[in-house]
């Protein structure tokens, strides 16, 4: 079982940033594939970013260039830097870890609101 739990979420003014945390427990957080997802009132939830155990990113075309994900495994702690913030980028942003196909693992989430 891995719990999940995130942080750093908050009110920022476009352009600004914010970094947010996914920490989690367990003992296989090395072998976990991660991910931050978004969801945006009235919308479905997204893939914003994602990175794989070895360290390989993956971004949403909306957010290229401004997020970058991160993880330190030796800290079970999984990061995504927001940069450039814009209104658009407002929604409750949940962490993700897959184990396998069959044992996908969410946090409760962490609210974002960009506006002036």
């Known amino acids: 079982q891995v719990q999940l739990v995130e942080s750093g979420g908050g009110l920022v003014q476009p352009g600004g940033s914010l970094r947010l945390s996914c920490a989690a427990s367990g003992s296989v957080f090395r072998l976990l594939r991660l991910g931050w997802y978004r969801q945006a009132p009235g919308k479905q939830r997204e893939l914003a970013a994602s990175?794989?155990?070895?360290?390989?990113?993956v971004y949403a075309d909306s957010v290229k260039g401004r997020f970058t994900i991160s993880r330190v495994n030796a800290a079970n702690t999984m990061f995504l830097q927001m940069n450039s913030l814009k209104p658009e980028d407002t929604a409750l942003y949940y962490c993700r870890a897959d184990y396998n196909t069959s044992r996908i693992y969410w946090g409760q989430g962490t609210q974002v609101t960009v506006s002036s």
């Open positions: 990175i794989n155990k070895v360290g390989s990113p």
